[in-house]
């Protein structure tokens, strides 16, 4: 095959293959959605424009001293949109990925990004339906399954899983039971068990490992998950030393590997995001560390029997984790998280990976919070793949290996849908 024909193969294949979206947090349209208020599933305009990336972003150019966080806080959403659209949009250049990504999904929708005010949008997006607009946010992102984050320690999300037992039923999504307050804050979380009538104590004693075993395979039946999630602090460690690390290493080894073994889920490791470093900022007031590679190490070596889906948010992570990748089979290295997910890093990242690890990982999550961001997060995705992708298969094909385009879309299958669904036996 000639380059320019690696490059069509690349680019077909690429485009035509629908996504399994492994991580955002998207939700179906039965958890209520935007406007209303309460509602999960956020979508439209006045959404895409407040997302927490454009808040840093916009506190950079209307600093806190100008615009106090609790007046920002006291708008209503389309003050904020209307804010943001004016500094980030109208008064600079929207040159940042989060910017360039709202002017991506304008674009793909089909209306102009050149508007000085968001009213011509608003007016286009109260024409459509939730449930009808995730099909053409589906349709456009070429995505075939949404993957939900459910936090179960969220009392308002969890109210709804209790009173409407078949919210997550839509066959659009899938559910992933997401539990950091169990290692992010132990004592806390043995209170609210003991609450919700589990007999757990924070010290281990009595029947606390049944009972905290039984509420994580309860949760995982009502929400059908597909595994369990949990976002970790950079300084998690396993095993985590001292006195004081004893209840993280018995959560793990006597409670979650067990649980997750038995139901064949994998832990879903996101490791590295420092929280709230800036409260006022709320979501977006969290940073990233250099986590711990060794720690993961340990845990694929000593749980042969568990699967583990890692990421990880520092650039400096990245090549360890692949390296960790080829000593472990239970390992699966996934997605360019938050602030990974920019072109560059994308590239580099993906790079990499495909040079350490063939094509036996997952390059991308869209990490979407506002269902309309799986346009742009898929569509910068794809450019990038392509790029990456057509280098990679010329640099081979200039050996003589003859690469057919079957090839190039089994490759692009594995990357873009079939590793994650092998390794949750889908
Ligand atoms: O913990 C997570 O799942 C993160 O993705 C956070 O939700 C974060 O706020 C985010 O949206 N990152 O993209
Ligand atoms: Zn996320």
Redesign the pocket.
């Known amino acids: 095959m000639e380059r320019v024909d690696i490059a069509q193969a690349v680019t077909a294949a690429v485009n035509s293959q629908p996504i399994t979206d492994l991580h955002t947090?998207c939700y179906t349209p039965k958890f209520g959605a935007s406007p209303t208020p309460g509602g999960l599933l956020l979508w439209g305009i006045d959404e895409l424009v407040t997302y927490?990336y454009l808040i840093a972003e916009v506190y950079r150019i209307v600093p806190s001293s100008h615009l106090p966080y609790a007046d920002y806080w006291k708008m209503s959403k389309q003050q904020q949109a209307d804010h943001i659209w004016q500094h980030l949009f109208v008064e600079r250049t929207p040159i940042s990925e989060a910017c360039r990504g709202v002017l991506t999904t304008i674009m793909a929708l089909g209306l102009d990004p050149n508007e000085k005010s968001l009213q011509a949008y608003r007016k286009w997006f109260s024409a459509q339906k939730p449930s009808q607009y995730i099909d053409t946010v589906m349709e456009l992102a070429n995505v075939d399954s949404i993957t939900m984050?459910n936090p179960v320690f969220d009392d308002h999300e969890r109210s709804i899983w209790e009173t409407h037992p078949a919210v997550g039923d839509d066959p659009r999504f899938e559910a992933v039971l997401r539990i950091d307050p169990l290692l992010r804050d132990w004592p806390s979380a043995m209170d609210k068990l003991k609450k919700w009538g589990y007999d757990v104590r924070p010290d281990f004693s009595g029947n606390t490992v049944d009972e905290v075993r039984r509420f994580l395979c309860e949760w995982v039946d009502r929400m059908k998950a597909i595994y369990i999630a949990m976002?970790l602090p950079p300084d998690f460690r396993y095993p985590a030393p001292g006195n004081k690390g004893e209840a993280a290493n018995r959560f793990i080894r006597d409670i979650l590997m067990p649980v997750c073994a038995d139901r064949g889920l994998p832990w879903a490791m996101?490791v590295g995001?420092r929280l709230q470093v800036n409260p006022d900022l709320r979501?977006a007031g969290?940073m990233s560390g250099k986590a711990d590679i060794e720690s993961v190490a340990n845990l694929c070596s000593q749980f042969p029997n568990n699967k583990f889906l890692v990421t990880m948010l520092a650039l400096e992570n990245q090549h360890e984790l692949c390296v960790t990748a080829r000593k472990f089979g239970n390992l699966l290295v996934f997605g360019c998280?938050?602030f990974l997910n920019n072109p560059t890093l994308v590239e580099h990242i993906t790079r990499m990976r495909i040079e350490l690890l063939g094509t036996t990982f997952v390059p991308q999550h869209s990490?979407a919070?506002i269902l309309d961001q799986m346009i742009y997060k898929w569509k910068h995705t794809r450019g990038i793949l392509q790029k990456v992708l057509i280098d990679k298969y010329t640099d081979i094909a200039a050996t003589g290996f003859k690469i057919t385009s079957e090839q190039i879309c089994n490759d692009v299958a594995l990357l873009m849908r079939d590793n994650f669904r092998n390794f949750i036996d889908r």
């Open positions: 947090h927490h984050t976002s996101m995001s979501d969290d998280w938050w990490d919070r």
